[in-house]
């Protein structure tokens, strides 16, 4: 699978980066925190969610106002201007009737949506949604607001992930230590201190409840028991706020679910039943997509030598070794606990198979 990035210009002239992948019915995620399309589409974080999306369907995704690809120094961060670049991207892409997935933030975008357009809705999908910003929810709540604020202006652009790891560890608490690391850089390289801390201001005050009564769409709630960064009330509250909505909660600790994790798989089973996806039929990822380096990396993997005799062989750190498997496993699609030894054995057919 392959994207192909391009580029439209919202209505105050923002330029907003949107990416295209898969083949099907199409399903748009609304931009969330955080988010740099190129860098996405490498991680260890995400990509699964690209590639169970792009299976069966044809996925629209964009980076917000601010981040990523998108232009970087902008004026207006509110909702009117997310559901504005929103509705950018959809005609941009031709689109007439999709489906549409809100992640977090993105959920409240996707019902302030859903409420103005019903006509260009098959279903409604928010996954780890709110109705009401933080700021909203209460004093500890607002303290917690607060406290987070302070971490993105102390330690956002320090080399040192410290104050970055917070977001990790709520995000994520159930990650690798590469994963988490992965998750620092991408906070780093995607937008800037100053923009980071006005975009999660802007998320505080966010308010859909009367808006969630006017959505006519289909619409299925999804959320973690152990969400740390929204709380598993706000999915309730948000589902019995949508008329008809239906709720799954998910045995999860993980703002972000992760490939290995029995959630993730509950998410894709109940997403597809929702939407009645037909997954593609997809051959196997084979070894020829990895890099010359990847792939040297992998052959002494395969020979049973440790990640630092790697390093010491190609002379390369540690942690650059780490970083090729990590990236390894994602275009392989293999991860957990098995994923070592299944790269390896992928290294290992593909060489038996070049021999006379």
């Not at 690209?50 to 998108?70: F, K, P, Q, V």
């Not at 909203?136 to 971490?151: H, K, M, P």
Request: include cysteine; aromatic fraction near 8%.
């Amino acid at each position: 699978m392959s994207q192909k990035v391009g580029y439209c210009a919202a209505p105050d002239a923002v330029k907003l980066a949107y990416a295209v992948h898969g083949d099907g019915p199409p399903i748009v995620r609304v931009a969330t925190w955080m988010t740099h399309l190129e860098f996405d589409w490498e991680s260890p974080v995400w990509r699964h969610w690209l590639d169970a999306l792009g299976d069966g369907h044809t996925l629209i995704r964009y980076d917000e106002r601010g981040c990523g690809l998108s232009d970087r120094d902008v004026d207006d961060i509110s909702l009117d201007a997310w559901v504005a670049d929103l509705e950018t991207v959809v005609d941009a892409a031709g689109l007439d009737r999709f489906a549409l997935l809100g992640v977090s933030t993105g959920a409240a975008v996707a019902v302030a949506y859903a409420a103005r357009h019903p006509e260009r809705l098959t279903h409604l999908v928010l996954y780890g949604g709110y109705a009401r910003g933080r700021t909203l929810r209460g004093a500890s709540e607002r303290r917690l607001q607060d406290a987070l604020v302070a971490a993105i202006s102390a330690g956002w652009t320090n080399p040192d992930p410290t104050f970055r790891h917070l977001f990790s560890m709520l995000f994520l608490p159930a990650a690798t230590p590469e994963q988490m690391e992965w998750y620092d850089d991408l906070q780093r390289h995607s937008t800037s201190a100053a923009t980071a801390v006005r975009l999660y201001h802007a998320r505080g005050p966010l308010n859909v409840v009367e808006l969630a009564a006017q959505v006519r769409t289909r619409t299925l709630v999804v959320h973690a028991l152990g969400d740390r960064v929204v709380p598993v009330d706000e999915g309730r509250l948000l589902a019995t706020l949508v008329p008809g909505a239906r709720l799954v909660v998910l045995e999860s600790a993980n703002h972000i679910l992760l490939s290995d994790e029995p959630a993730w798989a509950s998410f894709v089973s109940e997403l597809r039943a929702f939407l009645g996806t037909e997954r593609a039929t997809a051959r196997p990822v084979g070894v020829e997509e990895l890099s010359p380096r990847e792939l040297e990396v992998l052959e002494l993997v395969a020979a049973g030598l440790t990640n630092e005799a790697i390093a010491e062989q190609l002379s390369l750190s540690v942690r650059t070794v780490e970083r090729h498997l990590t990236n390894m496993y994602v275009k392989l699609r293999v991860s957990g606990k098995a994923g070592r030894a299944a790269a390896a054995a992928r290294f290992s057919e593909a060489a038996s198979l070049r021999r006379p």
